[in-house]
Structures are given as C-alpha cells and as structure tokens.
C-alpha cells in the first residue's frame, strides 16, 4: 500500500464513521468500516485496497502501544486524523497473532530495515503474554534476523 492509499483509507473511513479522528476503535465503527470500504467491498473493486476495522479486543499489543502511534493529517485525509501502529508494535503483535502470513510480513519488515530488531525484541518484552510465548517470539526475531535474505520464507 502506497502513504496516498493510507491517507485515502483515513479520509473514507472518518467519513463513513463521522469521526474526526480514526484510531483502533470501538467494535460497532469497526463493523461500520468493514461493510463500507472492507475486504470484498465495492471500494476495494474499485480502488484495488480495503481497510480492514478493528477493535481493541482484536489485537495484543505492548504495554504504551498508544504513547508510540503515529499521526497521520493533511490536505489528502481532508485533515481528518489516522492514528497508525508504530511498525515495531505493529509487528510484535502480528508475530502474537503467528499466522504464516504474519512471520512473511515481519520477516519482510526487518530485511528492508523498517524494524530493527532490537526494537522489535524490546516490544516483544512489553507484550501482555505469557513467558514462554515471549521466549519463542524472541527465539524467532533472533533467528530471522540472523538468516540470510535469501533463505528466509519468499513474500
């Protein structure tokens, strides 16, 4: 996805919403966003992306997720305001959620030096999980990180 994409992602969203300000949010705007402008929905046939509503039920983040968010407004989100996942946060709980598809786009993130790693394992120690999942999560950041580029899972 493209940052023009992101902003106008944020701008249809505090639309459909009537919000000015657009952040992981309550589940009944979530349900509103993903009728509208989600996954199989007439925007996404027309634009060729969709948004995808969450609540905070949906995500385990770390502890000070929302002290860390970055702040997206300007002319192209009609100066509404999307409230974005740090990238370390972001990729701490998408390595919580562990999908295949998830580790792909972590992997990914930590090649192309969006997250650093060290970051990434500072996170992973502030998520609200237990012990041993925190030390397979660690386990698997150093390790990827150690890989080379052309071993690791194809995107």
Same mark, same amino acid.
């Given at each position: 996805? &493209? ?23 309550? @589940?009944?705007? @979530? ?16 634009? #060729?992306?969709? $948004? ?6 949906? $995500?385990?983040?770390?502890? #000070? ?32 959620? #562990?999908?295949?598809?998830? &580790? ?23 998520? /609200?999980?237990? @012990? ?9 950041? @150093?390790?990827?990180?150690?890989? /080379? $580029? ?6």
């Amino acid at each position: 996805m &493209r940052r023009k994409d992101l902003e106008h992602l944020i701008r249809a969203a505090a639309a459909i919403t009537d919000q000015y300000e657009i952040i992981i949010g309550h @589940s009944d705007l @979530s349900d509103l966003i993903n009728g509208a402008i989600g996954e199989l929905s007439p925007f996404e046939d027309r634009f #060729g992306y969709y $948004a995808h509503g969450v609540g905070p039920e949906t $995500a385990v983040l770390p502890e #000070g997720w929302k002290s860390r968010l970055v702040r997206i407004q300007n002319k192209n989100t009609d100066l509404k305001t999307g409230y974005c996942l740090d990238p370390h946060d972001l990729a701490a709980s998408k390595l919580v959620a #562990g999908r295949e598809k998830d &580790r792909e786009f972590v992997e990914i993130l930590l090649e192309h030096k969006i997250v650093r790693a060290d970051t990434l394992l500072n996170r992973i120690a502030l998520l /609200p999980i237990a @012990s041993t999942q925190k030390a397979l999560l660690t386990r698997w950041v @150093s390790e990827s990180d150690e890989r /080379p $580029a052309q071993w690791r899972s194809p995107a």
